[in-house]
């Protein structure tokens, strides 16, 4: 294992930085275990990244079945790291208490082995179908390919979403596919295939025969709800389980009513500028989600008369 050396890394601050706002007591305790476990890999990866990436070549001709597990939670550099986290971060806080922490610690350890299967598949596909033997030795890093079948996990538990990409609003449903392409155009040194990936995988999950086979291989230890439509599951979250008869904390409360994309907008625009706020809050109160959010300024009278008027205009 070797220690990371170089430049400062301003993405992994960062991220610190926005983990520290959400507060490591309300991270789920697999969600803050993946964040944990990809910075230690960060800051003391086992090889260099040529000996830990995941290809057609050193997955499946050389028998390398240990990059399976190793590519996944190793990152090119602070940035990539600091925006798989941050979207690991958001997801993690909606899904791990939908699905119970060890089933859901099950679903990353699958995925992430399954999710480099259909990678070296596709790559290997595109082999023979455009006769290009240089696709085996495309070799990919990162936790990214999970994070796109996690996002297709929740938008199947949350329809009817609409996302922000790059300015567009998208339905859930179709924005997998929408930041497929665009990342792929800002970035074209991006992993498509590995992105790809992870967005079949989690098809194969809630659409395919995955989560069956899931369950008869754990031979129903784990114990998970599955409700049909997406209830209010954030309602009992971060402390409140205990109070039976205490008023629901919606999830909206949580995160501003902001989507995943302008989350990420906001936690990068308002990182970036804290030097302006000079670190302080408003009356002491922490930052949602690592989020800056003017507070109300109105007392309940002035919001009453405001809603008279708004009634009294129709």
Not at 155 to 169: C, F, T
Not at 253 to 262: A, H, I, K, M
């Amino acid at each position: 294992m070797q220690r990371r050396q170089g430049r400062v890394n301003a993405g992994l601050l960062l991220l610190l930085y926005q983990i520290s706002q959400v507060g490591l007591q309300n991270i789920p305790s697999v969600t803050l275990g993946v964040l944990a476990l990809n910075i230690f890999f960060f800051l003391n990866p086992v090889k260099p990244l040529p000996e830990v990436c995941i290809s057609v070549n050193e997955g499946f001709y050389k028998k390398n079945w240990q990059r399976l597990l190793l590519s996944p939670v190793h990152h090119a550099d602070d940035w990539h790291l600091y925006y798989n986290m941050i979207s690991m971060l958001w997801k993690g806080v909606m899904l791990e208490k939908k699905l119970k922490s060890t089933w859901f610690a099950y679903i990353i350890v699958v995925f992430s082995v399954l999710i480099g299967v259909v990678y070296m598949a596709l790559e290997f596909m595109l082999v023979k179908i455009l006769d290009d033997p240089s696709y085996e030795m495309n070799c990919a890093v990162g936790f990214s390919g999970v994070l796109f079948a996690l996002k297709v996990l929740n938008n199947h538990y949350n329809p009817g979403r609409v996302s922000s990409v790059l300015g567009l609003q998208i339905s859930s449903k179709y924005a997998c596919w929408v930041e497929l392409v665009a990342i792929h155009l800002i970035s074209p040194g991006a992993s498509f295939a590995g992105h790809l990936a992870g967005i079949l995988v989690g098809l194969l999950y809630t659409r395919g025969p995955l989560k069956k086979i899931m369950e008869a291989c754990a031979g129903g230890i784990f114990s998970m709800s599955d409700p049909a439509r997406p209830r209010d599951y954030y309602s009992d979250y971060y402390g409140y389980s205990s109070y039976q008869y205490g008023p629901p904390r919606n999830y909206y409360d949580y995160t501003g009513g902001l989507t995943e994309e302008e989350q990420l907008e906001r936690a990068v625009l308002n990182s970036l500028t804290e030097r302006d706020f000079g670190g302080a809050t408003h009356n002491n109160e922490q930052r949602p989600y690592g989020f800056w959010f003017p507070p109300n300024q109105h007392s309940e009278e002035e919001v009453r008369r405001q809603r008279l008027r708004r009634f009294e205009r129709r």
